[in-house]
């Protein structure tokens, strides 16, 4: 693979170009079908979960946490995301337009006015959105 990089802006498309390298030089395209890939990547949150395990709530910043603990926690949340990209480029799903485009259908999904401090499904808001409007922003307890 070509030289790591760093103190650079990284983006999906370089993340993709790079593990494209990298599987190409092993000979490793071969194992790559999309099923073998999500699989890989299946494994690898279940690698993330164990670090989680059993901790508990953990604050924001994990300030509590080792720095050795937070760079195991780096290493598993990047082989997740490089299995994710792989898994993108294999599939032809060009990762950084789905993401833009799910963002955008999400924010109307869960738009501001509804759902601001609310952890409620957006089918759960979409259902009450005639309530919300008709009670000045706020659902009719009674219902």
């Given at each position: 693979?070509?030289?790591?990089?760093?103190?650079?802006?990284?983006?999906?498309?370089?993340?993709?170009?790079?593990?494209?390298?990298f599987a190409k030089e092993r000979d490793w395209d071969q194992f790559h079908s999309p099923r073998n890939l999500l699989l890989a990547m299946v494994g690898e949150v279940g690698e993330l979960s164990e670090i989680f395990q059993w901790k508990g709530e953990v604050p924001r910043g994990l300030p509590d946490w080792k720095d050795e603990e937070k760079q195991h926690l780096g290493e598993e949340l990047s082989d997740v995301l490089l299995y994710l990209v792989r898994l993108a480029d294999i599939c032809g799903i060009d990762l950084g337009k789905a993401v833009l485009s799910k963002l955008e259908l999400n924010a109307k999904k869960y738009p501001v006015k509804l759902c601001k401090g609310s952890s409620r499904k957006h089918t759960e808001i979409s259902c009450c959105e005639d309530d919300f409007n008709e009670n000045g922003g706020k659902e009719d307890p009674t219902k």
């Amino acid at each position: 693979m070509a030289e790591v990089v760093e103190r650079e802006e990284v983006t999906l498309q370089k993340l993709k170009t790079m593990m494209a390298d990298f599987a190409k030089e092993r000979d490793w395209d071969q194992f790559h079908s999309p099923r073998n890939l999500l699989l890989a990547m299946v494994g690898e949150v279940g690698e993330l979960s164990e670090i989680f395990q059993w901790k508990g709530e953990v604050p924001r910043g994990l300030p509590d946490w080792k720095d050795e603990e937070k760079q195991h926690l780096g290493e598993e949340l990047s082989d997740v995301l490089l299995y994710l990209v792989r898994l993108a480029d294999i599939c032809g799903i060009d990762l950084g337009k789905a993401v833009l485009s799910k963002l955008e259908l999400n924010a109307k999904k869960y738009p501001v006015k509804l759902c601001k401090g609310s952890s409620r499904k957006h089918t759960e808001i979409s259902c009450c959105e005639d309530d919300f409007n008709e009670n000045g922003g706020k659902e009719d307890p009674t219902k």
